[in-house]
T-cell receptor, first 115, second 109 residues
Framework: GAVVSQHPSWVICKSGTSVKIECRSLDFQATTMFWYRQFPKQSLMLMAT?????????EQGVEKDKFLINHASLTLSTLTVTSAHPEDSSFYIC???????????FGPGTRLTVT | KQEVTQIPAALSVPEGENLVLNCSFT??????LQWFRQDPGKGLTSLLL?????REQTSGRLNASLDKSSGRSTLYIAASQPGDSATYLCAVADYKLSFGAGTTVTVRA
């Protein structure tokens, strides 16, 4: 089956620093990847849609200058949280879309804690 | 805007009982509906995907139905086991994937 990996699985950083999270599709090519965040006991909220070779599309209320997304290849998308603050602490999950079925395959998530 | 609701928010049953989890959505123009399982602090495990043209999908003890016209899906888990304890999320796909808040299931041994 299709596998999506994320790195790192957890990260702790100091307030004001930037953190990069990688999302890779291991055995298929993904022209579209998605980034979600999940707060404790809440559902996943879509942050942005990442299309290979073009700019990401951000959902309303998501700061594009704070959450930088790059989708430079068909197997890799990155999310960089810039000038992180404690309120950015969350569980970030990416997914990659199979073009045929529109099924999304999810990564295992990255736990970000900003101190 | 697509809104997805899951009822109940939490469910506790004794081992062996059948589970019924409900999901409703407001816009029936969807590609598919997926059910996921999420363990605490973990990512998502896809359980079943139902294409918009399908009425149900089955995998082992799991069966999911889809009534697109009424905007409803139901996940049935037969003969529940303690290992089924988790949060179950449904998500509908139109131009994006919209998630419900989940049903947290506890199966008591």
């Amino acid at each position: 089956g299709a596998v999506v990996s994320q790195h790192p699985s957890w990260v702790i950083c100091k307030s004001g620093t930037s953190v990069k999270i990688e999302c890779r599709s291991l055995d298929f090519q993904a022209t579209t990847m998605f980034w979600y965040r999940q707060f404790p006991k809440q559902s996943l909220m879509l942050m942005a849609t990442s299309n290979e070779g073009s700019k990401a599309t951000y959902e309303q209320g998501v700061e594009k200058d704070k959450f930088l997304i790059n989708h430079a290849s068909l197997t890799l998308s990155t999310l960089t949280v810039t000038s992180a603050h404690p309120e950015d602490s969350s569980f970030y999950i990416c997914s990659a879309e199979d073009r045929g079925s529109h099924e999304q395959y999810f990564g295992p998530g990255t736990r970000l804690t900003v101190t | 805007k697509q809104e997805v609701t899951q009822i109940p928010a939490a469910l506790s049953v004794p081992e062996g009982e059948n589970l019924v989890l409900n999901c409703s959505f407001t816009d029936s123009a969807i590609y598919n509906l997926q059910w996921f399982r999420q363990d605490p602090g973990k990512g998502l495990t896809s359980l079943l995907l139902i294409q918009s043209s399908q009425r149900e999908q089955t995998s082992g003890r799991l069966n999911a139905s889809l009534d697109k016209s009424s905007g409803r899906s139901t996940l049935y888990i037969a003969a529940s086991q303690p290992g089924d304890s988790a949060t179950y999320l449904c998500a509908v796909a139109d131009y994006k994937l919209s998630f419900g808040a989940g049903t947290t299931v506890t199966v008591r041994a």
